[in-house]
């Protein structure tokens, strides 16, 4: 089901096709950034205000500095990229495996609380920024590679619907893990009749003490599990896949301004960059609207699971939907299909059979979140080489660019959202929340992003490259190649 609608001629200059087995090995590069952005956007904000007991507030810091600076990042490791020497591995493979150690391990430190209460806050920024910095020196290069595994854009397809299955997949196995085992430790939490004044001292009491040292084991256990998967896609990623050098360097300046100045990059960008804003939104604070607006303490884990399930069993589906229907089609059917659950989750009383058929839904959604924009960048980036024949070798900037602008637009997100929450009155430790960090939560998961949703698409309307259009360029490119 992996397979595109036709089959094109053999690759261009008698190399030969890209075999299953390297779509397989570069599709599982793709998993490292899911399993850990998966978890990170479903249980940090959890576990920074439940687990590591920070302020709504300085949680709220935390989650906007880091992601802030993890785009920030992006565009400069894209510059260092296309200023990186050919070596006999490669250019973006020595950047994907020289990162690797050490991104697992900031990443494992994210997740321990530390002995001491005044820099608690300091560590986790810490860790967090670096986590991001070294984790993009693995992203973007591993997102160019894509242009460099061949020179067929439908070879090019293909492998991203592998790498699009494998990513979903890889939510799945971020959400399994991190979930089911933090979930068989229970968080301890105060009674709402408590007063609020005695809080800290409840939750610091013996027995509460002891369930809350447990979660955060389950946590580092996690996160551990986590790190060994990281590491073992990296080595699958760096033996299985060859990097092709097919472009000439350029000078990073001249390119990223005629990179910014190619109208449907801009628009792709900017339609991406607010139905990721909602998904973000909808990742970032369903597993707290689960937990305390619907009370499902007890399943959350278990309901985010599904969503991730959802999405990797219909990956396949959108992969044929927009083969046989186009992209721009499937854009329009299927970002906004989970709208209508979204607002349902909200409007209907609590249950969770509910909760489980929206969870279904948004799974479907989410599926052509992660599909579609992967899948049209390539579109763009031989669209701007058939109107720039003369200028090669920025995919770097493409693609880092447009990992600069989805992250900015997660770390507006998070951080936003926390710092509503503690507007509203969010507190650590309780199980009950006020009436007003509901309301909060409601709007978090359903108004906001079905409006962001909306606009996304109006912006969409704009984007010029139909099939036609992409038949064209393909046609163009293989005339400039041969």
Not at 134 to 159: G, W
Request: net charge positive.
């Amino acid at each position: 089901y992996l397979k595109l609608c036709s089959e094109e001629e053999r690759s261009f200059y008698g190399k030969r096709a890209l075999t299953v087995w390297s779509k397989v090995c570069f599709a599982i590069g793709g998993a490292p950034y899911q399993i850990t952005a998966t978890a990170l956007g479903f249980f940090l904000q959890i576990f920074l205000l439940d687990v590591a007991l920070l302020d709504p507030l300085n949680a709220s810091v935390i989650l906007f500095a880091g992601r802030a600076w993890d785009a920030v990042t992006d565009p400069a490791v894209g510059f260092l990229i296309s200023r990186s020497p050919w070596t006999r591995h490669g250019r973006m493979m020595p950047w994907i495996l020289m990162s690797t150690i050490p991104a697992v391990m900031c990443y494992f430190l994210i997740w321990v609380v530390p002995p001491i209460e005044q820099g608690k806050m300091m560590w986790y920024l810490l860790f967090y920024c670096l986590f991001q910095t070294l984790q993009t020196c693995f992203h973007v290069p591993y997102s160019a590679l894509t242009m460099f595994i061949s020179n067929k854009q439908q070879e090019r397809d293909s492998a991203t619907a592998y790498r699009m299955t494998v990513e979903v997949l890889g939510t799945v196995i971020g959400t399994a893990v991190q979930g089911q085992i933090v979930g068989m430790a229970n968080t301890p939490c105060i009674n709402n009749t408590t007063p609020t004044n005695s809080s800290s001292h409840s939750v610091h009491g013996n027995n509460s003490q002891i369930l809350l040292d447990n979660k955060r084991r389950a946590y580092m256990i996690a996160s551990a599990v986590i790190s060994l998967i990281y590491v073992l896609c990296a080595v699958v990623l760096f033996f299985g896949v060859r990097e092709q050098d097919t472009q000439k360097h350029v000078s990073f300046q001249t390119g990223l301004r005629l990179v910014m100045g190619h109208g449907p990059y801009v628009k792709l960008v900017l339609a991406f960059l607010f139905t990721s804003l909602a998904f973000m939104l909808l990742e970032g604070n369903f597993a707290v609207f689960i937990k305390y607006t619907l009370g499902f303490r007890e399943d959350f884990q278990n309901i985010l699971l599904v969503i991730m399930l959802s999405a990797t069993l219909t990956i396949p589906m959108w992969q044929w939907f927009l083969c046989r229907f186009g992209k721009k089609t499937a854009v329009y059917i299927g970002i906004p299909w989970a709208g209508p659950f979204m607002i349902l989750v909200v409007c209907v009383k609590s249950s969770l059979l509910v909760s489980y058929i929206v969870s279904i839904a948004a799974g479907a959604s989410v599926a052509a979140a992660f599909l579609l924009p992967w899948s049209m960048l390539p579109d763009v980036v031989d669209d701007f080489k058939v109107q720039n024949p003369t200028s090669q070798g920025h995919e770097a900037i493409f693609y880092s660019f447009y990992v600069f602008f989805t992250k900015f637009a997660s770390g507006v997100s998070l951080g936003v959202s926390t710092l509503a929450l503690s507007f509203a009155g969010y507190v650590t430790g309780v199980c009950v929340q006020s009436d007003s960090v509901n309301l909060t939560l409601k709007i978090l998961v359903s108004a906001a992003p079905v409006s962001l949703i909306v606009l996304g698409l109006l912006i969409f309307k704009m984007y010029p490259i139909n099939e036609e259009r992409r038949q064209y360029n393909n046609k163009q490119l293989q005339l400039l190649l041969r």
